[in-house]
């Protein structure tokens, strides 16, 4: 049995600047891009051998209400102590500066950066066991 793909979808009015948090900071790949697909433009970012991706989508003249809470996160689990410390180092080289989560469960063993719209995203260096 083949185990499900997750999409996350999120529109926002600032597409340029989320690819460069996702993309340029947290080190993803532009898995495909559209322009005026039905009005949209987009782009979906993630790795391609993973089982997830994030789509980011803008649509002229509308205007997205911020969504975001503290308490809204991705989290990215990366076990390897080298590898999170990269993540971690290319986000603060592109100018993003962690913040304290408000979970304080999160600041633990992760640091949270917030995105271009607000929402927060978890660095997690452990491994996801469920």
């Known amino acids: 049995m083949l ?8 529109p926002t009015n600032q597409l340029p600047a989320l690819i460069h948090f ?7 790949s532009t898995l495909c891009s559209f322009e005026n ?10 790795h391609p051998q993973a089982p997830y991706h994030l ?3 803008t649509q002229a003249g509308h205007v997205v209400e911020p969504g ?13 102590k080298v590898q999170w410390q ?31 719209d607000g929402y927060h995203v978890v660095l997690q260096n452990a491994d996801w066991q469920f």
């Open 37 to 46: 697909h039905n009005g949209f433009d987009g782009v979906m970012l993630g």
């Open 55 to 57: 789509e980011f989508t």
């Open 22 to 28: 996702y993309k340029d900071g947290l080190g993803l």
């Open 86 to 116: 990269a993540a971690v180092d290319r986000l603060r080289q592109h100018g993003y500066v962690s913040l304290p989560a408000y979970n304080p469960y999160w600041d633990h063993l992760g640091l949270t950066f917030k995105d271009p």
């Open 68 to 80: 975001p809470n503290p308490e809204h996160l991705l989290v990215f689990y990366l076990p390897d």
């Open 3 to 10: 185990a499900p793909k997750l999409r996350v979808a999120r």
